[in-house]
């Protein structure tokens, strides 16, 4: 069983940068979509941005010019470049892996603060 190893996160001032990798546990290729969501407390889970097989990258709007996603195929891994943070950033951010079967794997969360 393939599984989604999260690093990353942490505490950072408003308008700092952090970065999220997420790796899967063993080499596969069966990994089609890959991506975020977050969720802040008392909220939903929400989407923040994905990255399909064939390399088109997708943000929400609440992240567009801040954040950027990048996948490396070869290490079945997906990174979050997190720039110019905001205290609305401050999530639980998880990473997803679309697999065949409509398969979603999911990582177990990282903390990312971003204090005003």
């Known amino acids: 069983q393939v599984q989604l190893v999260q690093s990353g996160g942490g505490l950072v001032q408003a308008g700092g940068s952090l970065t999220l990798s997420c790796a899967a546990s063993?080499?596969?290729?069966?990994?089609?979509?890959i991506g975020w969501y977050r969720q802040a407390p008392g909220k939903q889970r929400e989407w923040v941005a994905s990255?399909?097989?064939?390399?088109?990258?997708n943000y929400a709007d609440s992240v567009v010019g801040r954040f950027a996603i990048s996948r490396d195929n070869a290490k079945n891994a997906v990174y979050l470049q997190m720039n110019n943070l905001k205290p609305e950033d401050t999530a639980v951010y998880y990473c997803?892996?679309?697999?065949?079967?409509?398969?979603?794997?999911w990582g177990r969360g990282t903390q990312v603060t971003v204090s005003s």
């Open positions: 997803y892996a679309e697999m065949p079967l409509n398969t979603v794997l």
């Open positions: 990255a399909s097989s064939s390399g088109n990258s």
């Open positions: 063993r080499i596969t290729n069966r990994i089609n979509g």
